[in-house]
């Protein structure tokens, strides 16, 4: 199995590979990477120029949170794992697209 390691701006992206094989970055880690300040500003830009982007170049899909319990109080927890999240990715192409 090979492994696949991507960066951009010393930000290691966790590329999510979909059935087509093609390679997708979540918006996320996009703004990470362009030095934004919040995912916003990636959803903001596709927003205002998503007649651009074909339906290879981005898409929506289910993530699962791999995060863990926190306790905000005495007797309060929030429990963060296997959540899931509806989160826009990004192909490569949709990414340069984004940056440009």
Do not use: W
Request: charged share 20%.
């Amino acid at each position: 199995m090979s492994s696949l390691a991507l960066s951009f701006n010393e930000v290691k992206f966790n590329p999510v590979v979909r059935d087509n094989g093609q390679i997708y970055l979540t918006a996320g880690e996009l703004a990470q990477a362009l030095s934004y300040k919040s995912v916003k500003s990636v959803s903001n830009l596709y927003n205002a120029n998503k007649d651009e982007f074909t339906d290879s170049m981005t898409q929506i899909i289910e993530s699962v949170t791999a995060g863990n319990i926190e306790v905000t109080d005495s007797v309060t927890s929030k429990q963060t794992r296997n959540l899931k999240k509806k989160v826009r990715v990004f192909s490569l192409r949709g990414c340069h697209l984004i940056a440009m």
